[in-house]
Nanobody, 126 residues
Framework: QVQLVESGGGLAQAGGSLRLSCAAS????????MGWFRQGPGKEREFVAS????????YYANSVKGRFTISRDNAKNTVYLQMNSLKPEDTALYYC???????????????????WGQGTQVTVSS
């Protein structure tokens, strides 16, 4: 079993930045592909970004490419999402996801995700 705990959400102004963190415990972190998903008000959950087990491969949704950066520190069992140039449409509940196989996260889908965090709220004001 893996526990994922997100932090770093909050209120930001448009054009501002936030950094989300997701701390994992319960399993060898370096065995897990990691990702971030989000669900905005009245919207379905959508893929944001993912990173492979060794951190060498990253993937992004087109809507965040060039503005968000996913990274991981396997020594700290933590994955990060640096969010810059925030827009009001980035407002959502952001979820951390972990998968033993990276195949789904590589394609930007939740299929194959084994573990989810509880979510952290990001609100961007205009």
């Amino acid at each position: 079993q893996v526990q994922l705990v997100e932090s770093g959400g909050g209120l930001a102004q448009a054009g501002g930045s936030l950094r989300l963190s997701c701390a994992a415990s319960g399993r060898t972190f370096s065995d897990l592909g990691m990702g971030w998903f989000r669900q905005g008000p009245g919207k379905e959950r959508e893929f944001v970004a993912s990173i492979s087990q060794n951190g060498l491969s990253t993937y992004y949704a087109n809507s965040v490419k060039g503005r968000f950066t996913i990274s991981r520190d396997n020594a700290k069992n933590t994955v990060y999402l640096q969010m810059n140039s925030l827009k009001p449409e980035d407002t959502a509940l952001y979820y951390c996801a972990a998968a033993r196989s990276f195949s789904g996260l590589r394609r930007g889908v939740a299929i194959g995700v084994d573990y989810w965090g509880q979510g952290t709220q990001v609100t961007v004001s205009s």
